[in-house]
């Protein structure tokens, strides 16, 4: 029993020799890349979370976050936020390709970053929160108003000759609080929190070059193998504990967006939902209108699905929604019971509700006049179509039920005492008349009730003649 013992650990010994170092070459460590390119919404958000789990299951050795965004949503970026500061692994902010940018929420997530990197002839900066509420754009409107009233947004701590704020008080408020937040990032990371102020009151920005020489960034690479060189035997601060960076020479393995990511992104346009929704509710009104047509049906509920589940991802103000819910109400009713009134009330509340629908409008997530116009003349245009038909059908005569056998000719099959039976539509009836009928005269059919027909004369003066 004892050298039974003695073999078996001798032999899981040279196992464990022979596998070692497959082992050791199956876990050599990467540095994972994850590209950000666009408006920063629910979908980037995911995108970023699924990638630092891949990273941390992996034990890579960074993760480098490619930036390319004109900013977007806040709610996204300060999950984004969290999720970076929470990572076991180091993160690596690359503001990349040439010519690329991270503005706005892109700024604040660079700040973020353990490491901060941007390529030659990339810029970042203007950072001032966009205003709450409001109309979308109209076509061609004048830029020089709109950068004027971004101008005093930025500046909406500032005081009048009064004393009073001079710019909205929410806005202020809001002002404040991503000053608080980018300055705390800044002295997490040790880089400069007075420019970081500077660029959200004052919507600054800087160029790569500018942004080094004024400690925004760590430095400036044209690659990811002139990142990861540079980068090495950089101390930073992961989740509490200092690591020691060792990323030269290591293979850089990108992470492509799954299906659900791609589809996310298409979605979460907030465009894209209202289209949704309206393809969804007038996809379910066909199928009640036409039951076991089946395609509507399916279609719409998926649509409407999509839509109701983008519109949850998004910060939206559901006065805006109920008042889009409650015009497509209108219109269908319009649709079904003519009144002209329903009609343009509906239109009215739609378009109020479109644009009243998202409480914050970023880059890339803002109602467009160019989907909100066609949308509501389409919808009024269903109605009007669908309340012409139904008036038209209206004025045809009925083709089923009781109804449909008035005028209807009947042929006399026996007569007597003012009742008996006639021959309509292929079928025998009992009939009654209220005038004096004999065989062979020609009726028709003028009432039913109880399934006993009413019947007079159809050519009284010629069967008068005839008797």
């Excluded at 997530?109 to 941007?118: E, G, K, P």
């Excluded at 026996?414 to 005038?435: N, P």
């Amino acid at each position: 029993m004892t050298f039974a013992r003695v073999a078996l650990l001798a032999a899981a010994f040279v196992v464990a020799a022979v596998l070692c170092p497959f082992s050791s070459a199956g876990s050599e460590r990467v540095a994972l890349s994850v590209a950000i390119d666009g408006a920063i919404g629910p979908a980037s958000s995911r995108q970023l979370e699924e990638a630092l789990d891949t990273a941390a299951k992996r034990d890579a050795a960074v993760l480098i976050l490619q930036l390319d965004t004109p900013g977007g949503l806040v709610t996204s970026m300060r999950e984004m936020i969290a999720d970076i500061l929470a990572s076991p692994v180091p993160v690596i902010g690359y503001v990349a390709p040439a010519g690329g940018h991270a503005a706005s929420a892109g700024t604040y997530i660079l700040y973020a970053t353990h490491v901060a990197v941007m390529a030659p002839g990339t810029n970042l900066g203007a950072a001032t929160p966009v205003e709450i509420g409001g109309l979308p754009s109209l076509p061609g409107g004048d830029k020089g108003d709109q950068k004027d009233q971004g101008d005093q947004k930025g500046q909406g701590d500032q005081k009048d000759a009064s004393g009073r704020p001079a710019g909205d008080a929410m806005m202020a408020k809001v002002t404040n609080d991503a000053v608080a937040l980018i300055r705390s990032l800044a002295e997490l990371r040790g880089r400069n929190g007075d420019w970081g102020e500077k660029a959200v009151r004052e919507a600054a920005s800087l160029s790569a070059n500018a942004a080094l020489q004024e400690h925004v960034i760590d430095f400036v690479a044209r690659d990811t193998t002139e990142l990861l060189q540079l980068a090495d035997g950089r101390t930073v601060d992961v989740a509490g504990r200092k690591v020691v960076l060792a990323t030269k020479g290591l293979p850089v393995e990108t992470l492509e967006p799954g299906w659900f990511i791609r589809l996310l992104s298409i979605i979460t346009d907030p465009n894209t939902a209202v289209i949704l929704m309206l393809v969804g509710v007038y996809g379910i009104v066909f199928e009640f209108t036409s039951p076991g047509a089946v395609a509507p049906g399916v279609i719409g509920t998926i649509c409407l699905v999509l839509g109701l589940y983008a519109l949850d991802l998004l910060p939206i103000n559901y006065t805006g929604l109920a008042l889009m819910l409650l015009g497509v109400v209108f219109l269908i009713i319009e649709a079904f019971n003519p009144t002209v009134v329903l009609g343009l009330s509906g239109v009215a509340a739609f378009l109020f509700g479109a644009t009243m629908l998202l409480r914050v409008e970023g880059p890339g997530f803002a109602m467009s006049w160019a989907v909100i116009g066609p949308a509501a003349a389409l919808t009024l245009g269903l109605a009007l179509l669908s309340g012409t038909y139904l008036w038209a059908a209206r004025k045809n005569p009925p083709r089923v039920g009781g109804e449909a056998m008035r005028g209807q000719p009947a042929e006399i099959l026996d007569w007597q005492g003012g009742e008996g039976h006639v021959l309509a539509l292929g079928e025998r009836w009992r009939a009654k008349a209220d005038e004096p009928i004999a065989a062979g005269d020609s009726v028709e059919v003028t009432g039913i009730a109880d399934l006993v027909l009413t019947v007079r004369r159809r050519d009284a003066g010629r069967n008068g003649a005839r008797q």
